[in-house]
T-cell receptor, first 113, second 114 residues
Framework: GENVEQHPSTLSVQEGDSAVIKCTYSDSASNYFPWYKQELGKRPQLIIDIRSNVGEKKDQRIAVTLNKTAKHFSLHITETQPEDSAVYFCAASGLYNTDKLIFGTGTRLQVFP | DADVTQTPRNRITKTGKRIMLECSQTKGHDRMYWYRQDPGLGLRLIYYSFDVKDINKGEISDGYSVSRQAQAKFSLSLESAIPNQTALYFC?????????????FGPGTRLTVL
């Protein structure tokens, strides 16, 4: 089955700096890669996702890149702000088949003012 | 997301007790999921349901059972709770018809088994 590894487990950056979180997956059939943000005491919420037919997707300060050959994908946050502090989870599943959405173990991002 | 609700929000129980966690949604979604969150382990899928008559085991179904009473309701039961089932439990929903695969999570239930 699918296995998703996520690094680093914790990440501290200064406000305004960039943050990068990386994930690798094992199942080459996986086609859908979402990223969820979970603020302290809150529920996970989708912030961006990417499908295998594209290599990069951007939404304001957030971008995700996908390398299908290497089976890894990354979340990039530019111009970080204190409100970006949260736990970020990557996940992977087959296209239109979220029954096996497998999550990474999470990255705790701290943005210091 | 107020459209997905979970009850109770917190529960403390004793080893051996039967516990039911409930999830309701008003999003009209057909797919529902139960996850367990433990520190350092991320979110792990317990059970999922594509519609009322469809129930499937996830990664860690042992010790758990589920019931899909209606399209909008999906319950998770621990028949005989044990301390290592202490965790944060999330329900989630998604809509196949949307083809977006986005899962919407409930607020979570924090369960402590003594």
């Amino acid at each position: 089955g699918e296995n998703v590894e996520q690094h680093p487990s914790t990440l501290s950056v200064q406000e305004g700096d960039s943050a990068v979180i990386k994930c690798t997956y094992s199942d080459s059939a996986s086609n859908y890669f979402p990223w969820y943000k979970q603020e302290l005491g809150k529920r996970p919420q989708l912030i961006i996702d990417i499908r295998s037919n594209v290599g990069e997707k951007k939404d304001q300060r957030i971008a995700v890149t996908l390398n299908k050959t290497a089976k890894h994908f990354s979340l990039h946050i530019t111009e970080t702000q204190p409100e970006d502090s949260a736990v970020y989870f990557c996940a992977a599943s087959g296209l239109y088949n979220t029954d096996k959405l497998i999550f990474g173990t999470g990255t705790r991002l701290q943005v210091f003012p | 997301d107020a459209d997905v609700t979970q009850t109770p929000r917190n529960r403390i129980t004793k080893t051996g007790k039967r516990i039911m966690l409930e999830c309701s949604q008003t999003k009209g979604h057909d797919r529902m999921y139960w996850y367990r969150q433990d520190p350092g382990l991320g979110l792990r899928l317990i059970y999922y349901s594509f519609d009322v008559k469809d129930i499937n085991k996830g990664e860690i179904s042992d010790g758990y059972s589920v019931s899909r009473q209606a399209q909008a309701k999906f319950s998770l039961s621990l028949e005989s709770a044990i301390p290592n089932q202490t965790a944060l439990y999330f329900c989630a929903t998604s809509a196949w018809r949307d083809h977006t695969d986005t899962q919407y999570f409930g607020p979570g239930t924090r369960l402590t088994v003594l």
